[in-house]
């Protein structure tokens, strides 16, 4: 009698817990990368690609890394014949969406880095959305040749942010 009395309980404890953990799958982060820099850069760009499988929407509002001292929400856009970047407070990755962090776009500004990185090295990034979910995840440092981005032009070149305010 207690071992169906212990079954039943386990199963009520999954029962329970079931619809809570398919929130935490609702997000998913695909290909995270940092663009590599001379060693000298103040400040670098990480791109990725944030996928909402989920039936309502999800706010990115912040992210962080052991690797730099701040880590900001940037867009960049163009005002007449000037490449111009913004930084954006909240990002809506909308239900059933994708927001993808590219190059010339959307992406991570990566201030002060504590050491220099070269390529293939690993940045640890959380992203932080506005429910409190907290999502780790490791970028990989890519040279500009290997990335061999279809459009040239919207390389960037953040070296002018190192005293960008926020």
Do not use: C
């Amino acid at each position: 009698m207690s071992k169906i009395f212990l079954h039943a309980i386990i199963a009520l404890a999954f029962a329970v817990a079931a619809p809570f953990a398919s929130a935490d799958d609702d997000i998913q982060i695909r290909d995270p990368w940092v663009q590599a820099a001379p060693p000298n850069a103040k400040v670098l760009a990480a791109y990725l690609e944030i996928h909402n499988s989920g039936k309502k929407p999800w706010t990115l509002s912040s992210a962080s890394s052991p690797a730099f001292a701040q880590v900001s929400i940037h867009q960049s856009m163009m005002h007449g014949e000037m490449m111009h970047m913004e930084q954006v407070k909240e990002l809506v990755i909308p239900a059933q969406g994708t927001v993808t962090l590219k190059p010339g776009g959307l992406h991570l500004m990566l201030t002060d880095a504590k050491k220099p990185l070269k390529a293939d090295d690993q940045v640890p990034l959380t992203l932080t959305f506005k429910s409190g979910k907290k999502i780790e995840v490791k970028a990989t440092v890519r040279s500009s040749q290997a990335d061999k981005m279809e459009e040239p032009q919207h390389q960037m070149d953040h070296s002018g942010h190192g005293n960008h305010k926020h």
